[in-house]
């Protein structure tokens, strides 16, 4: 299907496009910028007067829920969540029930996932079987599956002989480790930050130090073996501060933060509001500034969703009861969007951290809107304005902190493969 999007503004971060371009779409890729290519006939117009049009949103950490999960979301009803927040490629952890640990899994989600016809899926294989942090799987036949990198997800792996021998493994066939740091005995437990709020509250607390002790010695092991390193969420101002000198003396790590945790802190806990109990918990105020000033100076390269739907039993229980978690697949870009306002950022320096660099980070070429590269785009109209209504969300989970706010940035159009998908 020919399609050609006019009038629009372009925005692609890669390319260092910012201008009025229009954008010509054949045999689902981009077939040209600015000037249509010789004997292009148009099956569809769309008028992207007054919108901006960029290359489709990448999301790190999607949580599909299937398989083992249904009752909290289905594939179908977070494919139609991804692609209504202009979502295009998504990777999810691999703490399924069973856990991605087998080909088979990997195989039938990719399946599922590509029938479906929405976004691409990227599953991240399971680090050790079971996620048990016992024994290692089978990575190489993983990756032949599909998965594009390796994870406990939240699962501890307290054996740091383990961790060892699964980095040096995903060294040796450069494969990519990506690893939440906590540690399982200081965080034990816990449900918020060793905090004036957890305190007041009589919460069990997470220490920041949970996080920075085994950061350090994520960051020892990756320097010893040369494992591609990816830390998933980071929360605290320490932790910051630990990957901004590791990039100085060149250790090719990269990180995400949720979005959740650059615009809440623990202050938003409130009356006990079990939408924010969140993995990792929200921290203090200095810790969240300490997050966005690392998104602003690059130490910190992409934000995601941190998409965890959770079904209404389980976020309606007593704070410290309920289950972890917020939806976030089509609150991604309008929160970026307000990130980038408050901070005085420019709209490609946003969308660079939602587009370009986790498309790095997965290894995908993907992000951008070259001319040749496969056409997944995000239409959407910057001025905007919409109250986020858990019943008018897509998402199976309508678990999230942001009940009640008005945003700015609603998506329009959302192509993949050159289809409009939304």
């Known amino acids: 299907m020919n399609i050609h999007i006019r009038n629009g503004r372009l925005i692609d971060p890669k390319n260092n496009i910012d201008a009025q371009c229009d954008v010509f779409i054949a045999a689902g890729k981009v077939a040209a910028i600015g000037s249509a290519p010789a004997g292009f006939i148009a099956d569809k117009a769309i008028d992207a007067t007054g919108l901006v049009v960029a290359p489709g949103l990448v999301d790190l950490a999607a949580r599909l829920r299937e398989p083992g999960y249904e009752y909290m979301a289905t594939l179908e009803s977070e494919m139609d969540a991804a692609v209504a927040g202009g979502i295009t490629s998504l990777a999810c952890p691999p703490d399924t029930d069973p856990p991605l640990d087998e080909p088979g899994l990997v195989e039938m989600l990719k399946h599922r996932a590509k029938n479906l016809n929405q976004a691409h899926v990227y599953p991240v294989g399971a680090l050790t079987t079971a996620l048990k942090g016992r024994e290692l799987t089978e990575m190489a036949e993983l990756a032949d599956a599909g998965c594009v990198a390796f994870s406990q997800a939240d699962a501890p792996l307290t054996d740091t002989r383990v961790l060892l021998r699964a980095m040096q493994y995903a060294a040796t066939f450069g494969f990519s480790v990506w690893l939440r740091p906590q540690d399982s005995f200081l965080a034990k437990d816990g449900v918020a930050h060793d905090g004036e709020v957890a ?3 009589g919460l069990p607390a997470i220490p920041v130090c949970a996080e920075t002790i085994a950061l350090a010695t994520i960051l020892s092991l990756a320097c010893d073996t040369g494992a591609k390193l990816h830390v998933c969420r980071v929360s605290s101002a ?10 100085q003396q060149g250790l090719a790590v990269t990180c ?3 979005m959740n945790h650059v615009h809440l802190s623990e202050m938003d806990i409130g009356f006990f509001d079990p939408n924010c109990h969140l993995v990792p918990p929200l921290r203090g105020q200095r810790d969240r500034a300490a997050l966005r000033a690392g998104l602003l100076d690059g130490t910190i390269d992409v934000i995601c969703s941190d998409h965890t739907p959770v079904d209404e039993d389980a976020k309606q229980l007593p704070f410290a009861e309920a289950e972890a978690g917020a939806t976030g697949l089509e609150l991604l870009l309008p929160l970026a969007l307000k990130w980038a306002q408050q901070e005085y950022l420019a709209l490609s320096g946003a969308l660079a951290k939602l587009t370009l660099h986790p498309a790095q980070v997965l290894g995908l070429d993907a992000g951008h809107l070259s001319v040749g590269a496969v056409a997944d785009v995000c ?7 919409w109250k986020i209504e858990p019943a008018a969300l897509k998402s199976q989970g309508k678990n999230t902190p942001f009940t009640g706010l008005e945003l700015q940035g609603k998506v329009r159009y959302t192509l993949v493969n050159g289809q409009i998908v939304y």
């Open 199 to 201: 305190t007041r509250c």
């Open 238 to 247: 320490a932790s910051v501060s630990m990957i901004r000198a590791a990039k």
């Open 256 to 258: 995400d933060v949720s």
């Open 379 to 385: 239409v959407f109209d910057p001025e905007a304005y």
